[in-house]
């Protein structure tokens, strides 16, 4: 690729002589694609369990209890859970002023430094996130709802999501130490 680096570049697989790293990249590939196929199925879920309520309600005047709960732990669990796919794509906000204005080299570092960045705040995240599951798990906490769903699992759901994420940034982070050129 010619001109500046831009935030897309990550995009295809490194190539890397280190055979963990090209493992590990592998993987996290394999379970970021497997997580997207659920969450669109999750997504296809909740909008057909909104559809059913809204349904309900206008031609059958019965309402349901449980259907905006169940819809919002379907959002937050593909929200959550393809946040690691949406990095490995770089397809998160980014701000992209200086790509044009920076060396291929300047804008390398750049972008390790935001990772280095964005995988602290993750990790406080997923810590706290952890924390909750936990606390909503020990404590028995439920919604507010008739329906009274556990409360671990939007928890438990969003933890697990930014583990996956922290995991997939410090594989972008350690991969520009190992060697590993661009496609």
């Known amino acids: 690729m010619h001109g500046p680096i831009s935030d897309q570049a990550d995009i295809k697989a490194p190539a890397t002589s280190n055979p963990l790293v090209a493992m590990l990249g592998r993987a996290l590939d394999l379970c970021n694609r ?14 057909a369990i909104l559809s059913y309520s809204v349904l309900g309600r206008a031609l059958f005047h019965s309402p349901n209890y449980w259907q905006d709960e169940a819809a919002v732990f379907l959002l937050v669990g593909a929200t959550f859970m393809t946040a690691a796919y949406v990095q490995s794509q770089r397809g998160h906000v980014s701000i992209e002023a200086f790509v044009g204005l920076l060396s291929p080299l300047a804008n390398r570092v750049r972008l390790w430094l ?7 705040f993750c990790a406080f995240f997923t810590w706290k996130s952890w924390t909750l599951a936990h606390e909503a798990y020990v404590d028995g906490q439920v919604s507010n709802s008739m329906w009274s769903p556990p409360l671990a699992i939007p928890y438990s759901l969003m933890g697990l999501g930014m583990t996956l994420l922290c995991i997939q940034l410090l594989f972008q982070i350690i991969l520009p130490l190992t060697g590993a050129a661009r496609r």
């Open 34 to 47: 497997i997580i997207v196929i659920f969450a669109g199925i999750a997504l296809i879920a909740a909008c």
């Open 114 to 120: 935001v990772d280095v960045a964005t995988f602290a």
